[in-house]
């Protein structure tokens, strides 16, 4: 039994044919080249799809579902992506227009942050476990929540934005219109800002020579994690403030939850222990539940990429 | 078919018998005098429950099941209220003490935030829906969650502390250690401080008028809205940045459930229209989902202190 996931995203389009141990067996792509008429991604969607199926060696008749996660929301009453800003979506049609495009009549669709938290859920990080909540740090903060082994959509299927959680009151300007949302503090893009802005400050530290061509427009999620390794004191204070603010989140995450795993991801998900160590110790000596026996455990994502594609194969089940 | 809730408080022991409509048929209760040992206090939760039985009419012969809400966090597992710090209860076996006093073997436990939530959801301001939060002004800031028709209890059976969600980095002292907590903001307890602080600014606001002998240790949480309603300049201030406050944590919880309704209750909750009025427009201005067509309903409470018993009695459903 095989399904296909999709993963429709800003930039590129992943087509993959997923089998019932969760295992991606073939995957083909295309750049998305939005914005541009739904009808033209959708014919690209299908096109990997069946590149993907030719490349697994099997045919479109032995494919149960088609699943895709997208960013925006989604109404599955009405069958529609009713909103994707950087799709230029707006009441889209895209349950007609995939299955159009495909003959494939069981189609699901979802938010791709859900399809993540639902991949890492069902075959990665959270594997077996029934109360689950995914972190990804990219450019923004994503998030999705599994209780008792479903994804938590709400009435409107736009839940799990916790990213837009507000965790410093009248802070910094957020895209969603609030100020002081914890991903303007704990994405990679935050990050970014704040090793740049602590760079300016001081022209001593290493984190100029780790740099690519000593240009401050090359900083990335990795810059102030090696110049903490190369032990210089701006990096470490830069990595020590932005720790901080992730536990917060972490925290608020956990007393809300209280979930068996909550996995961490995306680009600074990638430092992996190196970042998680010590968040750990941060929201342990803040958490809520101190008395109670049982405590989340705090782990890093392992799907990675994979984790969108697998989850939306996941949204028939 | 009745059930026994009993709300096992600080100050009072509340033992009701619930019909099947969710209806209290009859009452007792007694002061919990904690903290002392377990063993009295389960004696007089015992006696409370054959109190109002008998002021029912009926016998325990036809009790399903007794459901306790309790401060602190139950293991369900263990059969312990693990901690409650306003009971003394350090690992109490709270499961065995109750079965062996009124010889039911039926006995459920819960915490009692988590209580009041599955109150409303089923019988009051959540009845026929299945995903729902309940937010209360008291003394703290507590909620309840209600997933799928489900308490979402954690792996620990210590989730839904919202209260206990940072809003403001680096803020206010909470009593669970973190700094800027939203019950810090939000509780009726943080609504007094406020009104005192503007109070002892402001020689001249109403406010002064207002409360008793003009004593501003009897400052209550209604004063602020009272001022406010005369016309108050200071009062007003002091009831506007409460609502923001309000606003906030209400949108984190949007963004993050989505729920078909959140229900407001406690102390303060109990201006209604008053504060959910301006609180509905300000959080329509924040949350994340505004493209799609269902929003989350935010309505008043119905129950208002008998939503821990009813929620209790239904711990077994």
């Avoid at 199926?53 to 699943?67: P, Q």
């Avoid at 893009?189 to 690519?212: C, G, H, N, S, Y």
């Avoid at 101190?290 to 782990?299: D, F, N, R, S, Y």
């Amino acid at each position: 039994m095989y399904r296909i996931g999709v993963d429709l995203g800003g930039t590129n389009i992943v087509s993959a044919v997923v089998d019932e141990n969760h295992k991606i067996i073939a995957k083909a792509s295309t750049p998305t080249l939005a914005p541009r008429p739904a009808e033209e991604i959708f014919d690209d969607i299908a096109k990997t799809i069946k590149e993907a199926v030719s490349k697994a060696g099997i045919t479109m008749s032995v494919i149960e579902s088609i699943g895709v996660g997208t960013p925006g929301s989604v109404n599955k009453e009405k069958e529609l992506i009713e909103f994707a800003n950087n799709l230029g979506f707006d009441n889209t049609p895209a349950y007609k227009l995939l299955r159009e495009r495909t003959g494939c009549n069981n189609v699901y669709f979802d938010n791709d942050a859900n399809c993540a938290a639902l991949g890492e859920a069902v075959a990665g990080a959270g594997k077996g476990v029934k109360n689950f909540v995914a972190v990804t740090l990219g450019t923004g903060v994503g998030s999705g929540i599994i209780v008792d082994g479903k994804l938590v959509t709400g009435v409107n299927y736009t839940a799990g934005e916790m990213g837009h959680m507000v965790i410093v009151w009248n802070g910094e300007q957020c895209t969603c219109g609030r100020r002081g949302c914890w991903e303007r503090y704990s994405s990679a893009t935050a990050l970014i800002q704040q090793t740049r802005d602590a760079m300016v400050i001081d022209p001593f530290t290493k984190m100029w020579d780790i740099v690519e061509d000593g240009d401050i427009r090359k900083v990335n999620g990795k810059t102030a994690f090696d110049g903490m390794r190369a032990g210089d004191a701006t990096a470490t204070k830069v990595v020590e403030k932005y720790m901080g603010y992730l536990a917060c989140g972490l925290v608020n995450i956990i007393n809300t939850f209280q979930p068996e795993i909550l996995c961490v991801g995306g680009g600074v998900g990638n430092e992996k222990e190196n970042l998680l160590g010590p968040v750990r110790k941060l929201v342990k000596a803040q958490t809520y539940s101190i008395h109670a026996e049982k405590q989340t455990k705090i782990v890093p994502a392992e799907l990675g990429n994979d984790a969108g594609v697998i989850g939306a194969a996941l949204l028939d089940s």
